[in-house]
């Protein structure tokens, strides 16, 4: 049986991967500061714990056994390195909370942290074993989430002809400081892998959604919402900017199968894993009116708004992996508002 750590198990992505593995036969261990919010997590072993402390760091990247008991004192026989980690945990949000500034230095030191924590325990960890292991047993195989927020802000300046192809990176430009930190942790996981001979998986996330994904409070994606406003409005909906601002939106299970494919591959990246079904805001209002039958007017308000173009190029993921995302912004967007839906009925019932 393989064996997976998943780091942000509580978060959106992270909680449906640990389905994902388990749904593989994967043992697996997940750890976030809090518990998925909408449904139970199906990991065999679920801790709360603050990554930025690196003595949990140093603790949870050890598997224990099958006996899934984190807290015992574990027997030396039990040291042994999870088959796969998947560094998912992250300080982020929307366009609310990462493009007002107002949350730079937090976003920054809290991401940093966890990823220079996960990588150094790792690397010491595996030192630590070193001898003690099989012959030819693999070493850790680690895969980090990055996103497109790290492309450059002067190649996206056109919102009907943006270029996030991977190897337009450079030079650096990101348009926020949650990009300049996924550039960094980039680049550091790629140094630990050259340096320490530690394998790693590096893909750029472009803005996933789904079903039991933050839809309120302001850390919600835009596709959350969008479907959110129009489930509450009743004439008129509010939108950020003039709406001509262009993104793509890939469905979580989407995201997924990218992630499994590039771990089971043998290329490190970096690689977009996004749609290519590039929209304006206005034409994702226009979706969610249309699945809602409703129709309103759009009001068009001052709001932090990011890069005025933006979609994944997945040029590269078709040839190294012989796949790229395909399913239909519509389609997605469909169930993730049904699913809004039922959590806005939900909560006014519980007021």
Request: glycine letters at 8%.
């Amino acid at each position: 049986m393989k064996t997976a750590l998943v780091l942000g198990a509580g978060g959106f992505i992270g909680n449906h991967l640990v389905s994902r593995l388990k749904k593989e036969g994967y043992w697996v261990r997940g750890v976030d500061l809090k518990e998925p919010e909408y449904n139970k997590t199906e990991a065999d072993e679920f801790v709360c714990h603050d990554l930025r402390d690196y003595k949990i760091c140093e603790r949870v990247v050890r598997f224990d056994g099958h006996q899934g008991n984190f807290y015992a004192s574990v027997p030396d026989q039990y040291r042994l390195p999870f088959d796969e980690i998947y560094q998912l945990a992250a300080d982020m949000g929307g366009a609310g909370f990462i493009f007002t500034g107002e949350n730079d230095a937090d976003i920054m030191h809290n991401s940093a942290t966890i990823n220079l924590n996960i990588l150094d325990a790792v690397h010491k960890f595996n030192l630590d074993v070193e001898g003690e292991l099989p012959s030819g047993h693999p070493k850790t195989k680690i895969f980090y989430s990055s996103s497109a927020c790290m492309y450059p802000e002067h190649n996206q300046v056109d919102p009907d002809n943006p270029n996030c192809a991977e190897d337009s990176a450079y030079p650096a430009n990101p348009d926020s400081e949650y990009g300049w930190e996924k550039l960094f942790s980039e680049r550091l996981y790629l140094a630990y892998n050259r340096n320490h001979n530690i394998p790693v998986r590096v893909a750029r996330f472009h803005n996933i959604f789904g079903p039991l994904g933050t839809w309120d409070g302001g850390r919600e994606k835009a596709p959350a919402a969008m479907c959110r406003k129009v489930i509450k409005a009743d004439n008129e909906i509010e939108i950020w900017g003039p709406g001509t601002q262009t993104r793509s939106f890939l469905y979580v299970d989407e995201c997924i199968e990218g992630i499994r494919r590039l771990m089971e591959s043998e290329w490190t990246g970096p690689v977009n894993i996004g749609s290519d079904e590039m929209v304006t805001i206005n034409q994702l209002v226009d979706y969610a009116c249309e699945i809602g039958d409703k129709q309103l007017t759009k009001m068009h308000i001052t709001g932090p708004l990011g890069v005025a173009g933006r979609n994944s190029d997945n040029n590269l993921i078709q040839e190294k992996l012989g796949w790229s995302p395909s399913y239909p912004l519509k389609d997605g967007l469909a169930t993730t508002y049904a699913w809004i839906e039922e959590q806005v009925k939900l909560q006014s019932a519980s007021v």
